[in-house]
């Protein structure tokens, strides 16, 4: 895939980390959103070195950690709840795995686990919680994963074609492949513009809608066969897009943003976050 004659979309900011402005350009052949410039492989690294952070750390030192936690509890049971009913309990790698805990609830469910997790500190972590690790794709075996989960990743990852061909070859034939990313055709995401939080640039490379999801998977000879919607992230992503915004997290707009942006959602299928169900053919 090369993605060619790109438009310019908007001006967004690092508000977590750098404080640098990136841009975001639009591929029409795809429906795709991709950051500009994209950072180096080399520089990467540093715009992930932040105590904020929040995926790499069990923190619970604020009440906005502490709702995140606590929420996160619930959307882990349903996660795993989800792939057992699309799928026979056998492997599954959870890629991005952070400091463990959906892959921790995947293995009491009876799931033989692996994660893949490149920040040190969330990977030191979800080891002492029992979490088995690769070190990277390319020593799994090939067609060996009956379930591969990306919760929040895919956007993340510096080279789109090679990291989509890399699950295609570990997929088993009939595997399902469970993709979770924010949606920037949602209500919240038009509401906030350049500050909605889950730009969140230049961590984010990719920004996907349904279009480019299918798309990519296609080329790949891989169906998406469902779209699922994340509810609990429209919230989330309000919250902080109205701590960017303003410089203070007001929770009850931000309350009635997130409420607003299912609502709509109901109506054009279009949510803060979606799940893609992916099969391979």
Known sequence: MSFQNNIFFQKVRDYS??????ELHHNPEYDLLITFPKPSLEKLPSYYESDDYISHTDGKRSLFEKMYHFIK??????????????????KLL?????????????????????????NTNAKSIAINKGVNFANNLSELESHSFDVITMWHVLEHVPNLDEYISELKRLLKPK??????????????????????????VPRHIWH???IAI?????????VLSEVLPMKFDSFYVSLLSEK??????????????????????????????????????
């Open 94 to 118: 959870d890629i991005g795995a952070g400091t463990g805990d959906f892959l921790v609830v995947a293995k009491k469910e009876g799931w033989q686990t692996i994660g893949i997790e490149p």
């Open 214 to 222: 299918g798309k990519l998977f296609a080329e790949k000879e891989m």
């Open 208 to 210: 996907f809608s349904k």
């Open 175 to 200: 595997g399902t492949i469970l993709i979770a990313v924010p949606n920037f055709k949602s209500f919240d995401a038009n509401y906030y513009g350049k500050f909605w939080a889950a730009y969140d």
């Open 17 to 22: 980390v750098s404080k640098e402005i990136f």
């Open 244 to 281: 960017y915004k303003t410089g203070k997290m007001n929770f009850i707009r931000a309350f009635f943003v997130g409420l607003k942006s299912n609502t709509n959602g109901k109506v054009t299928n279009e949510y803060s976050s979606h799940i893609y169900i992916i099969k391979n053919q």
């Open 73 to 90: 509890s619930i959307a882990l049971k349903n996660k795993v709840k989800l792939i057992n009913s699309r799928s026979e309990k056998g």
